[in-house]
């Protein structure tokens, strides 16, 4: 059983979405049931095989059962048919993907019956299918079926988008062109990289790489590198590939971003760090001229541009979206610093990101379920109205601030301790600045829901009603929230049980 | 050193915690409510002697709660500095809890629970910060008290104590976060532990610039020790309620700033590297002993009571750094012994302009002309408090001022006999006319003086303990320099 | 100048990259962005199909005949198979895309009467 652990991931989610969209047509209340049973499989078998890695290494299995085959003179027993693997690199996001995609579909009900009423079946089985697209995207070991997972996750959050309406539309469509490009861009790389290497699947290409780099044909290589980079930066919404993000997020319907949000940015930036450090290794990284500098340079520009313009910005659902591109600049810096506290620090980050936007987005989707609304001046009172919710929004934004003791914090300290070692103060400086900007946001949030409004205990004042979020809806957001404090204290058993071991042994200490 | 292993140490921040839960699920019943909280601060002062005899002895209390960060956990451990510091704390939030409940009842104040909850968060965080083994800990503990102070200094919700709630934080979060932060990281990155560790975590020939910039990083980034230009915050935050500037931001928040800034003197640059490397003792002092000047120059210039108060506090904060600054035993001992004099002190006459506002509304020094005929115990404790700050016998203010004066002969900065000295006359400026003004002079505004009457029994009982407070320890000073002293002979190389 | 003849298949791809490329940003007009994005969609597939390519290889079926008499394989008569699998795949893709712009595209055009990215945006801002 333990060995069909792997595909029972993909295949929950997948055949969820299956279901759900061809029962819910006689039955449509089934299809959330049905996807959120495809989730929790999925979710169940990935935190099994979380165990089984930091056990006994890494976990492979072959599609169809088309296994490898030795060949004699090489390192690596050659692959025929699509391999999907479990290591210590993806098995944390794994979980991630999973258990967040499985909170958010019991957090969405409530969002899909009121925003979406009628659609439900189709919303779900989307939802479902863009998960399956993420997890695929996670675990495969073949780059070009890296590319049709992409494509997969891609439609369906286009289509996801589009069930904003209104302005939804256009919006989806920028992204479509903006992913699309991305895409086609990722494809490009790859068949580059086939072209040297005459193979897909990511363990072969790695073995035969650093002979082609050593003998001089690195060319071509290296194009494919720089084209599978820039797939990968469009798909993450990478400066300066972000002008489709804040659209997209802040016109879907609000249980759309709530799944998008959190996830896809994250599946991408782990699609990069593949490539960067199994596909070509980590000394081709250090040596690739002016690449790192650059996207140092352009981590701190997301970063800081991103800052400012959340300082702007008065809708609550585009601020969130803003946090997300600046969290991006983040674990790309961290990536691209190439030295272990670096590199520790974006693989925490994209675990500890993920679980913060999605509490982010919940908190967030919770006080549109309420009040209708997502302008910063519709929250007067609201930590009167909803004191729950906003104490885990609050949370929130602390770990995004990064205050001790939430993951924030841990990631950051990461990521400033690898670019002080490695001398890139600009670095630093960014992310001290997003850290100050968003303890800002914060506070003038909490000035504006709480200290501006007239005490409703004072006699005189009008009285504020409680109008808390359903249960179905406050208990995953709180139980996220606590998540990051969770997270944050388990940083180092996380750190030193499995992240340690997926940094590539030439890295520089 | 001998160690012992010890969980009493997370019990007494626990208790704190535990005694907050209770205020916010009994907020209903005020009586109950408040007993809670005496209760938790007598257990607490209780466990906190009770370690006191292995502490003097020269024995650590240890405990390590979980690891977070490779070599760097949340640890804590009790020393005679922690201890002191944690026992300051303690007893006089007795007082002050007996003196809100006095003020804030009264005047019909709102969200009182809010008010007692978010004290005795912040009182678990200062015994936090005291009982830290390590920078991360202590940072931790740091930021937790700026967070849990600001409902407190925002409590009346009004505008300008929004605009102070906005100063307060700006000035705490973003030097923490911006200053004191990277300089922990860059700290742990060189050396890979941020342990307190009798002569420091550096090795031997790490380059002095990066020495330098680190010290100002640290000295800047915790603000809370109010050295300027980052000392803005101070005066700002005097828009809470009285017992809330009294306790916090003259006792407890300040103190944490300037126990921070102790820590990272003795135990991560180390005492020797202070006295062999001039350019970093000598940074310290100077930036400590411009503060202690011009902030007192300013307090003379304040007619608001607790603006001036509030400088006051600015200056004699730089005291105590500068005594850490001269880098000898007898400075050191006598900066800490400064903790605790100047907290009873400071906290007396905090207390007192409260117990002033409450009785006859004034806030200003132009207004209580005349005033002591009225108020006479109140008046006399605030003499009391101001010979504590100024030094002057039979206050306790005296003997640690007097371990000052001679650390700083002891010490290669000399001429911070003088500034000591200067700062002394100018207190002396800045606190006795208030004394003779409110006795002695002839009132300004007759109606207001007739409708003052004493204040209720509540607010006076405490100025009565805390002034007492300052004698007793003048007589007492023996036991307390114990405690300084050992700390100061744990961490001074032989 | 010889290099570029030679390798005519790459240039040829790299014009119709170039071209799908400046429609999909350059161009105004939802459907010619579609387009643009069908084109460049395109340019990729046909460079996966020349790498595979080979000189006078035939289609990479192999009759009953060759099965039986496996010794009379030769591969290299046999274009790369691999390559136009995965085109296969991608060209599903690209439709699929394609299909989801267009749909989206009627959409919008449903609601402000017009392709034009410029006029769209000035009806969003009323």
Redesign the interface.
């Known amino acids: 059983m333990t060995e069909q652990l792997p595909i029972i991931i993909i295949l929950g989610p997948l055949l969820g979405a299956v279901l759900a969209a061809f029962t819910g047509w006689f039955r449509p209340r089934l299809s959330h049931p049905l996807v959120v049973l495809g989730l929790a499989i999925s979710f169940a078998a990935a935190l099994k095989l979380v165990f089984i890695v930091a056990d006994a290494g890494a976990q492979k299995y072959w599609l169809g059962g088309w296994g490898e085959k030795v060949v004699p003179g090489q390192k690596e027993p050659f692959v025929v048919g699509i391999q999907i693997t479990v290591d210590y690199l993806n098995t944390l996001l794994l979980v991630a993907v999973s258990g967040i995609a499985l909170l958010t579909s019991v957090y969405t009900r409530r969002l899909v019956d009121t925003e979406l009423a009628g659609r439900q079946r189709y919303f779900y089985a989307l939802f479902s299918l863009l998960v399956t697209g993420l997890l695929g995207i996670t675990i495969t070991g073949d780059i ?1 079926n890296l ?2 997972f992409m ?1 997969i996750a ?2 369906s959050s ?2 996801l988008i ?1 069930y904003g309406r ?2 939804a ?2 919006a ?2 920028n992204y ?2 903006m992913g ?2 991305g ?2 861009l990722y ?2 790389g790859v ?1 580059f990289v ?2 040297k290497t005459g193979t ?1 699947n990511i363990d072969n290409v790695s073995a035969i790489i650093p002979a082609l780099l050593n003998s001089g044909q690195s060319q071509a290589l290296f194009v494919g590198f720089v084209l599978i980079l820039l797939g990968a930066w469009a798909k993450m919404a990478f400066f300066p590939f972000h002008g489709w993000l804040p659209n997209a997020y802040a016109h879907a319907p609000t249980a759309g971003a709530a799944i998008l949000a959190p996830l896809a940015t994250k599946v991408a930036v782990y699609t990069m760090l593949r490539i960067m450090v199994t596909v070509y290794s980590i000394e081709y990284i250090i040596h690739s001229p002016g690449i790192q500098s650059l996207a140092l340079y352009l981590s701190s520009l997301a970063i800081v541009i991103a800052s400012f313009f959340s300082l702007t910005q008065t809708n609550l659902k585009k601020l969130a979206s803003y946090f997300v591109l600046s969290e991006i600049g983040y674990m790309v810096g961290g990536a691209w610093l190439a030295n272990k506290p670096g590199l520790t620090g974006a693989m925490v980050h994209v675990v500890a990101d993920a679980a913060m936007t999605s509490a982010l987005f919940m908190a967030i989707g919770c006080i549109v379920y309420r009040l209708g609304q997502a302008q910063l001046d519709d929250l007067k009172g609201v930590f009167f109205k909803m004191p729950v919710t906003m104490a885990a929004f609050v949370v929130t934004m602390a770990a995004l601030i990064g205050v001790p003791p939430t993951c924030g914090f841990f990631s950051k300290w990461y990521l400033i301790q690898g670019a002080a070692q490695a001398g890139v103060w600009h670095f630093v400086a960014a992310l001290l600045l997003s850290s100050l900007v968003k303890a800002i946001i914060l506070f003038r949030i909490i000035e504006i829901g709480y200290n501006r409004v007239p005490h409703p205990a004072i006699e005189g004042n009008p009285a504020i009603p409680r109008n808390e979020a359903p249960l179905s809806m406050l208990i995953p957001t709180v139980a996220m929230a606590l998540g990051l404090i969770a997270l944050g204290l388990g940083t180092s058993t996380l750190v030193n049980t499995i992240i340690a071991k997926a940094l590539p042994a030439a890295l520089a200490p | 050193m001998e160690t012992i292993h010890s969980f009493t140490p997370v019990w007494i921040i626990l208790t704190s915690s535990v005694a907050a839960l209770l205020v916010a699920l009994l907020g209903r019943w005020p009586n109950v409510r408040e007993s809670c909280i005496f209760a938790a601060a007598a257990i607490k002062l209780g466990l906190l002697l009770s370690l006191a005899p292995a502490v003097l002895d020269g024995k650590l209390y240890e405990f390590e709660v979980m690891e977070l960060l490779p070599n760097v956990g949340l640890a804590f451990r009790v020393d005679a500095l922690g201890l002191m510091f944690a026992l300051v704390s303690v007893s006089l939030w007795i007082p002050t809890t007996i003196f809100s409940m006095g003020f804030l009842r009264p005047l019909k104040r709102h969200a009182q629970t809010r008010f007692f909850f978010f004290f005795a968060i912040a009182i678990s965080s200062a015994v936090g910060v005291a009982f830290s083994a390590n920078l991360l800990t202590l940072f931790i503990f740091y930021e937790a008290l700026s967070l849990s102070t600001y409902p407190l200094v925002t409590h009346h919700q009004d505008d300008d104590a929004i605009k102070g709630g906005r100063k307060y934080l700006t000035y705490l979060l973003g030097t923490s976060i911006a200053l004191a932060l990277p300089a922990m990281i860059i700290v742990y990155q060189q050396t890979g532990n941020l342990d307190f560790t009798n002569g420091g975590v550096f090795a031997d020939g790490t380059s002095t610039t990066l020495l330098v910039v680190l010290l100002v990083m640290f000295l800047f980034g915790f603000a809370k020790a109010g050295l300027m230009p980052f000392h803005a915050w101070l005066p700002g935050a005097m828009v809470a309620p009285a017992p809330v500037s009294a306790l916090l931001h003259a006792v407890a928040v300040v103190k944490v700033g300037v126990f921070s800034i102790i820590r990272v003197l003795t135990g991560i640059f180390g005492v020797d590297l202070l006295a062999n490397t001039p350019s970093l003792s000598t940074i310290v002092c100077v930036l400590a002993a411009i503060t202690l000047i011009v902030a007192s120059l300013i307090a003379l210039t304040q007619d608001n009571i607790k603006s001036r108060l509030a400088y006051s506090t600015i200056g004699q904060l730089s005291y105590i750094i500068l005594g850490v600054g001269l880098a000898t035993k007898s400075g050191i001992a006598g900066a800490a012994l400064h903790i605790p004099m100047h907290a009873f002190g400071k906290i007396t006459l905090f207390l007192c302009a409260g117990a002033i506002y409450q009785a006859c509304g004034a806030k200003c020094i132009s207004e209580i002309h005349g005033l002591g005929r009225k108020l006479p115990l109140t008046m006399t404790a605030f003499f009391i408090g101001s010979l504590c700050v100024i030094g002057l016998p039979p206050t306790g203010g005296f003997v640690s001022k007097w371990y000052l004066l001679n650390g700083s002969l002891d010490s290669a900065q000399q001429w911070a006999f003088a500034v000591f000295l200067t700062s002394s006359l100018l207190n002396a400026a800045y606190f006795l006319p208030i004394v003779y003004k409110a006795f002695f002079a002839t009132p300004t505004d007759p109606a207001r003086l007739d409708k003052t009457k004493e204040p209720p029994p509540l607010t006076v009982v405490p100025l009565f303990i805390t002034s007492a407070g300052c004698v007793l320890l003048f007589f007492f000073s023996g036991k307390l320099f114990q405690f300084a002293n050992t700390f100061a002979e744990m961490y001074t190389p032989q | 100048m010889e290099k570029l003849i030679t390798n005519f298949n790459y240039v040829i791809v790299v014009i119709l ?1 170039m071209i799908g ?1 400046w429609a ?2 350059a161009q105004k007009n ?1 459907i010619k ?1 579609c387009i643009g ?1 069908a084109i ?2 395109t340019g ?1 597939i046909l ?2 199909i020349s ?1 595979g390519a080979k000189n006078k290889a035939k289609v990479p079926i192999l009759s009953k005949f060759v099965v039986e008499n496996s010794s009379a394989i030769i591969v290299n008569d046999y274009a790369n198979p ?2 136009q699998i ?1 085109m296969l ?2 060209i599903v ?1 690209g439709v ?2 394609l299909g ?2 267009l749909a ?2 009627q ?2 055009y449903q ?1 402000h009467s017009s392709f034009d990215e410029d006029e ?2 000035e009806n ?1 801002r009323k």
Do not use: H
């Open positions: 070009f590319y049709v494509e891609a439609l286009y289509a589009a209104g302005r539309y256009m989806a469509f479509l062109i699309t490009m895409a086609c494809l490009l068949g086939f072209a897909l | 990259m490329l999909m940003l939802l962005k994005m460049f969609q990729i460079f996966f790498i691999l390559t995965l795949t991608a893709v699929a895309t989801v712009g989206l595209a959409k919008i609601q769209i945006l969003q």
